[in-house]
């Protein structure tokens, strides 16, 4: 999987990253060389979302846009 970033300024009431309790397996982002950690098959949002709004996921030769919006909420788009 290739976790790609757009860099945009989060606003004051982001939320950073929180560490987990089971040994995590990291990804490694190809736009900053940033870990994120996978547990039981999850990816918390806000370790996505460090400092930016929107990334793209790449799926086979499809790209997606996952962006967080102002409410809080997640839109996958092609």
């Given at each position: 999987m290739t976790i790609l970033g757009k860099a945009r300024k989060m606003n004051a009431d982001s939320k950073p990253g929180t560490s987990r309790s089971s040994a995590p397996?990291?990804?490694?982002?190809?736009?900053?060389g940033r870990k994120i950690s996978v547990t039981d098959h999850r990816i918390d949002s806000r370790d996505l979302f460090i400092n930016t709004r929107e990334i793209t996921i790449s799926?086979?030769?499809?790209?997606?846009?996952l962006r967080l919006t102002a409410q809080n909420k997640l839109i996958l788009t092609k």
């Open positions: 397996e990291p990804l490694m982002s190809a736009s900053e799926h086979g030769a499809d790209v997606y846009r």
